[in-house]
Nanobody, 122 residues
Framework: QVQLVESGGGSVQPGGSLRLSCAAS????????MTWLRQGPGKGIERVAE????????YCVESVKGRFTISRDNAKNALYLQMNNLKPEDTAVYYC???????????????WGQGTEVKVSS
C-alpha cells in the first residue's frame, strides 16, 4: 500500500532553514503528482506546494514563494521541501501527500504521511 514518511522537521530561529524529506513507497512515484501541505496551530490544512510528475511546480501559498523550493528525486522515490528564511508563521505540521483531498481545511482523502513538525521561534 501507499506509504509516505516525512522527516527533517525541527525547531529553528526566524531566518533559519530546514529541508523536509518524504520517502515514498507502494506506488510508482515517478508517475505521481506530489504535494506538501501544512497545518498551523489552530488552523486548517493548506496546500503549500505541488510538484507534477513531469517536474513542474506550483506554489500555493503566496508567502512561501521565493523562500520554499519543492523538488523530487524519482530514483530515490523521495520528495523534498527546502525552506529558507523561515518565519514564525511557517510554524506547522508539514505533510507530504499523494492525491490529497482537503475541504474546508480538513483532510478528507488521499494518502498522507504522519507529518513532521516545524517550529519557528526566537
Amino acid at each position: 500500500q501507499v506509504q509516505l514518511v516525512e522527516s527533517g522537521g525541527g525547531s529553528v530561529q526566524p531566518g533559519g532553514s530546514l529541508r523536509l524529506s518524504c520517502a515514498a513507497s507502494g506506488f510508482t512515484f515517478s508517475e505521481a503528482d506530489m504535494t506538501w501541505l501544512r497545518q498551523g496551530p489552530g488552523k486548517g490544512i493548506e496546500r503549500v506546494a505541488e510538484i507534477l510528475s513531469g517536474g513542474g511546480t506550483i506554489y500555493c501559498v503566496e508567502s512561501v514563494k521565493g523562500r520554499f523550493t519543492i523538488s523530487r528525486d524519482n530514483a530515490k522515490n523521495a520528495l523534498y521541501l527546502q525552506m529558507n528564511n523561515l518565519k514564525p508563521e511557517d510554524t506547522a505540521v508539514y505533510y507530504c501527500a499523494k492525491d490529497p483531498a482537503v475541504l474546508g481545511g480538513i483532510r478528507i482523502g488521499g494518502a498522507w504521511g504522519q507529518g513532521t513538525e516545524v517550529k519557528v521561534s526566537s
